[in-house]
């Protein structure tokens, strides 16, 4: 039973990640935490967002932008190698609560991004790749604050599903490596992650069929909704 909550939630997770371009490991994170501890939880995701964002890649390939994909990754990728290592020297219970003000405190900055709507450049793009990257690294995800990033860079709709998703597998790719680099990823975590990541991916090619019919407004309540519950169940199982 446990088994197919996962499946079951990575699917759903999935077709969110697919629509909205952010959400997955909001949805997945706080079942994996509970069902096998923030430790073995984080190269579990890890492992699950690059197929995840595979899958996003495949069905946008057209519409990436490569250039703002390299710029963002210059410095995102070992921003995230350094926060997965630091990771590592966390004590559980710190892991579980940090990631939950994490996600409640997005809440309020998405909406203040939103309202001082501005331009990014490239070089925007790879000075805030560092900082992003090693909170990727650190608390799982940051699909929330990289939406607006890519979108005020002009990116929209597919050729913002497809490149942020790109950027994304470079990081994810960092943190896994860090992982087994220092001994964090089992032959056990890479089978549950790659179980979750078909999941995600199939989710990813469902949800490119109703993308174009999320409006903002339902959009931003929705990434809101999740922070908001994610946040919630991640402290509440730091204090159980």
């Not at 690294?137 to 990289?146: F, H, K, Y």
């Not at 005020?152 to 597998?169: D, K, N, P, Q, V």
């Not at 992650?193 to 069929?209: H, I, W």
């Not at 407004?217 to 169940?233: F, K, N, Q, T």
């Amino acid at each position: 039973m446990d088994l197919l909550l996962v499946l079951v939630a990575g699917l759903f997770a999935g077709t969110l990640g697919g629509i909205v371009g952010t959400g997955s490991s909001l949805v997945l994170m706080p079942i994996l935490v509970v069902m096998f501890g923030p430790r073995q939880a984080v190269p579990i995701m890890a492992v699950a967002a690059i197929l995840g964002n595979l899958g996003r890649v495949l069905a946008w390939r057209r519409d990436i932008d490569w250039r703002a994909c390299g710029a963002y990754c210059v410095t995102a990728v070992p921003g995230a190698m350094l926060g997965a290592r630091l990771l590592l020297t966390i004590p559980p219970g710190v892991a579980e609560t940090a990631l939950g003000v994490f996600f409640l405190s997005l809440i309020p900055v998405r909406r203040w991004l939103h309202r001082h709507a501005f331009r990014l450049s490239l070089y925007h793009l790879m000075l805030l790749g560092a900082p992003i990257g090693l909170l990727t690294g650190l608390v799982v995800s940051t699909g929330p604050i990289t939406v607006p990033l890519f979108t005020f860079y002009g990116l929209e709709r597919g050729a913002f599903l497809g490149t942020e998703a790109a950027a994304s597998i470079g990081m994810y790719g960092a943190k896994v490596a860090t992982f087994q680099a220092f001994g964090a990823l089992p032959l056990e975590v890479v089978v549950q992650g790659v179980g979750v990541g078909a999941t995600l991916m199939a989710g990813s090619f469902a949800g490119r069929f109703v993308v174009l019919k999320i409006s903002p407004g339902a959009y931003r309540s929705l990434i809101d909704g999740l922070m908001l519950c994610s946040g919630v169940s991640l402290l509440w199982a730091a204090v159980r």
